[in-house]
């Protein structure tokens, strides 16, 4: 046995990458039988078969930890990528990404790409609000070559997940980073005002100087159904100082008197379209749950 890392996954074969080769397998019936299946980024045991470079994947190591989507595993950061034009930026989904990436404690980088075409600037809005609240924020252009140096060092001997809407430019992104890579890149269709899915899967992309980065379709809708609503306030890194110095001590941010988060917002401590946006996931989730019971 030999162990690599899965670079991609099609159609039940997956693709380890062992040092310099790269092997095509399929998982054995012991995975399906106990509901487990191998993703990208999943440290495997194949045996190989080196004459034609396909082998069967016998073992998954334990994992850091796990994405449902993008379904990546061992990932150590997230870069959030969103246009600053052309789609404009939507910020109920970049909050839904970033509370499904604090729950898994990873580290996260927001990315505001296409400010060329942003003539107003309006993306600094954005910048300043979320760089308040603790985040970090690069402004690039990858037709201008504006921050690529900058976002290439973030990407320094981590595993990165690149994730963002269609459409906003993380193959571009990339190709701008690393040449060599060549990804397809797509249009902005003119009649939906949404990007065309060029990325089909997401696959593990090995850069230069120790860097793997994961290129993911594009997505659109993020489901937090699973997520306690009780929790929800853990996720929202701009209330860890205040979330114990509530009256009530369960305080949910929403429904009690005398809470210190609605006092912040008031204050203009807290982001008010923050705020309503956790309003709103809370309610989602609260309605999920009487839902399922």
């Known amino acids: 046995m030999v162990k690599g890392i899965i670079t991609k996954g ?20 012991k995975f399906r039988n106990s509901n ?3 993703v990208v980024g999943d440290i495997v045991k194949i045996i190989p078969e080196e004459s034609n470079l396909t082998g069967s994947i016998v073992e998954i190591l334990p994992r850091k930890n796990i994405l449902t989507r993008p379904s ?14 052309n789609p404009d930026p939507n910020l109920q989904l970049l909050d839904r990404f970033l509370v499904l990436v604090e729950e898994q404690n990873l580290e996260i980088c ?5 400010i060329d075409i942003d003539k107003e600037k309006t993306y600094q809005e954005i910048k300043n609000t979320y760089e308040k609240i603790g985040y970090k924020v690069i402004l690039t252009s990858a037709i201008l070559n504006i921050g690529i140096d900058k976002l290439k060092n973030e990407l320094f001997n981590k595993v990165t997940t690149f994730a963002g809407p269609s459409g906003v ?13 060549s990804l397809k890149t797509g249009e902005i269709s003119k009649k939906v005002k949404r990007g065309k899915h060029t990325t089909r899967h997401v696959e593990l992309l090995n850069l230069k100087e120790e860097s793997f980065v994961l290129d993911t379709p594009g997505f659109s809708m993020l489901s937090l159904e699973h997520i306690n609503p ?6 929202f890194k701009e209330f860890l100082p205040y979330n114990d110095l509530c009256r009530f001590s369960q305080c949910s941010h929403i429904h009690e008197p005398d809470c210190i988060i609605k006092q912040k917002v008031e204050e203009g401590v807290i982001d008010a379209g923050r705020y309503k946006r956790y309003q709103m996931f809370y309610k989602e989730l609260e309605t999920s749950k009487q839902r399922r019971w």
């Open 10 to 29: 099609i159609a039940g074969f997956y693709y380890v990458k062992v040092e310099d080769k790269v092997f095509e397998c399929k998982a054995r019936g």
């Open 36 to 38: 487990i299946t191998p």
């Open 72 to 85: 990546v595993a061992n990932v150590d950061q997230a870069i959030i990528v969103f246009a600053a034009k």
């Open 110 to 114: 927001i990315c505001i790409n296409k």
């Open 169 to 181: 430019g993380k193959s571009s992104l990339l190709n701008a980073i690393d040449s060599s890579l």
């Open 230 to 235: 009780k929790e929800l306030k853990n996720l």
